[in-house]
């Protein structure tokens, strides 16, 4: 059976600084696909209470833009928020924002990244495989065997900042992460391949580090002896 996607959403626009008549709509999109939510106006916020994602395109990661429109039919846009994640209730690799997980029909390989360049990447997993995305969110070894390499992938496909605007709408989020686990969040040299190589496998020794999916993978292990 086929069910049509749906989206709630929840909009505060206090403090922003246009006129109280000005138009609010979401946005809902993939790749070329896109749909739009009137939502009223700033001093009178109707945000739908379930939004149907009919005419997206199956089988990617959705995104949303939140657009505050001027109310004299110009279609001047005065703010706008854009790539927009929605959010997943629950524990697991896919509750993280940044590397959202997809299950789907990858023929025999198990899992892949795919990167939009739009909406940045994704973690396909294998829908072929019963139980394995679900064995991926909670078992350490399976990440400590998947996460790392999806990293690498990432920050290869990761612009320096200001390089191009192409990454702008996920690959600031990414910037952010290396930041807070302390790296730098560009080669030093990036027009050096070396340098390159050589910040990538720093950031993902690091982020190993922080997960300590060794440690998790051994002490799990330990674990099912003793219970066995």
């Not at 001093?43 to 395109?57: C, F, G, K, Q, T």
């Not at 990167?115 to 072929?128: A, F, I, Q």
């Not at 070894?141 to 320096?160: E, M, S």
């Amino acid at each position: 059976m086929n069910v049509t996607p749906s989206a709630r959403a929840s909009l505060g626009l206090d403090g922003l600084e246009v006129p109280g008549d000005s138009k609010v709509a979401i946005e809902a999109y993939y790749r070329t696909s896109s749909m739009r939510f009137d939502c009223g106006t700033v001093n009178n916020l109707a945000v739908p209470e379930r939004m149907l994602l009919s005419d997206i395109d199956k089988g990617g990661a959705v995104r949303f833009r939140v657009l505050v429109i001027a109310a004299d039919g110009t279609g001047r846009i005065l703010a706008a928020a854009d790539g927009l994640r929605p959010s997943v209730t629950g524990d697991g690799v896919d509750r993280q924002a940044l590397l959202p997980m997809r299950e789907t029909d990858i023929g025999n390989e198990l899992w892949k990244i795919e990167v939009d360049y739009r909406t940045g990447p994704v973690l396909l997993v294998n829908n072929r495989v019963s139980g394995l995305a679900a064995e991926i969110r909670t078992i350490p070894l399976l990440q400590g065997l998947i996460l790392p390499h999806a990293f690498r992938a990432i920050l290869h496909n990761l612009n320096p900042s200001g390089e191009s605007d192409d990454d702008d709408l996920w690959g600031d989020n990414w910037r952010r992460f290396l930041a807070e686990l302390g790296l730098a969040t560009e080669a030093e040299d990036p027009d050096d391949q070396d340098s390159v190589d050589e910040w990538i496998e720093t950031a993902v020794r690091a982020f190993s580090d922080v997960k300590e999916f060794a440690e998790r993978a051994k002490l799990l292990g330990i674990s099912e002896a003793a219970d066995g």
